[in-house]
């Protein structure tokens, strides 16, 4: 065997094992490279799953909140509504001596009194008070068809006059009268000489009252005979 043979074998051992070498590497650098890229893609999957996660809680936090501010508001209308619920009950029901009150007007209302009888006798109940009577009068009420004489009193020496107006009465034809109707609302003035004037409205008996000089004069109004309105005063201490 010459010299060049071995030195030709050696070289081809070499290189065989260089292109090995190369190969090895390559196939390691490839396997690293594929091995990258495919935690690369993994990684980002996982971040594009967390990122999901994070939009759906987010989005799942603000209907949260919009629920928690819904039911805020559904528990501040449920308050309010008790909070009425409970003044129309304490307006309505009446408990103590509005109800003893109400139990005997509807014990009177059952024994046959009256509603308008019962309603004049409330209205005329006062604490007890300085007074005396007067006198009674009576005046004719003013019309659309009868504005003449006798439809003015006058008290306190002439210093409160009294008169008032009314509907006509009809016939059973439906013609009106000169006289009023006392089924329907009246109206009387009280008036002071100095031109103070106090209206009392409504269906009689009615009451009212007006101050002249330091003293109360107050006057009970109920129906008369036909076309008269029957008023009784008396004079009471004031205040």
Known sequence: ????????RYRRRFWGGMLRLILFVALIGATAIVSYQF???DLE???RGYQQEIFDLENRHGQLEQETANLRVAAERAKLTVEEWERRYAADVPAG???RMLELATERLQAGVSPDRLAFLIKSADDPRDCEPVE?????VRTPLYDGKNTVVSFADDAIVVSGSG?????ADGLPQAWFDPQLPVTVEIKRIDGEVRE???VLPLNGSIVQGGT???FQMRAGATGFIQIAAERCAYP
């Open 39 to 41: 935690g690369i893609e």
């Open 136 to 140: 009674s009068k009576r005046f004719l």
């Open 200 to 202: 009392v409205a409504g």
């Open 45 to 47: 999957s996982q971040v």
């Open 216 to 218: 109360e004069h107050r």
């Open 97 to 99: 001596e509005r109800r």
């Open 1 to 8: 065997m010459s010299l060049y043979d071995s030195d030709r």
């Open 167 to 171: 509907e006509s009465a009809k016939t």
